[in-house]
């Protein structure tokens, strides 16, 4: 098992910056990507960068304005030049492989950024 907890979230103006940060704990040698969604009020939930030993992935709101980043087991999130539409709950996921080859994820609980206009 993996647990994920989430800090760095909160209120701030347009322009501004946060880093979210996402400490593993548990199984997480085994880990192979580690990553952030959100979900906005009424959205569904979607991807905004993930990271694996090999490569970075972000999602297209999320480049030149956002940096992942992984040290040992936490993760962060630099997001810069905040908007509005990036408010939203963020959570961190982890994720790795079981022995048929399928994916086994683990969330964290989120963390609220809310960015003022």
């Known amino acids: 098992q993996v647990q994920l907890v989430e800090s760095g979230g909160g209120l701030v103006q347009s322009g501004e910056s946060l880093r979210l940060s996402c400490a593993a704990s548990?199984?997480?040698?085994?880990?192979?990507?580690m990553g952030w969604y959100r979900q906005a009020a009424g959205k569904e939930r979607e991807l905004v960068a993930t990271i694996s030993n090999t490569t970075t992935n972000y999602a297209d709101s999320a480049k030149s304005r956002f940096t992942i980043s992984r040290n040992d087991n936490t993760v962060y999130l630099q997001m810069n030049d905040l908007k509005p539409e990036d408010t939203a709950v963020y959570y961190c996921n982890a994720r790795h492989r079981d022995w048929r080859r399928l994916w086994i994820d683990y969330w964290g609980r989120g963390t609220q950024v809310t960015v003022s206009s």
């Open positions: 548990g199984s997480i040698s085994r880990l192979s990507v």
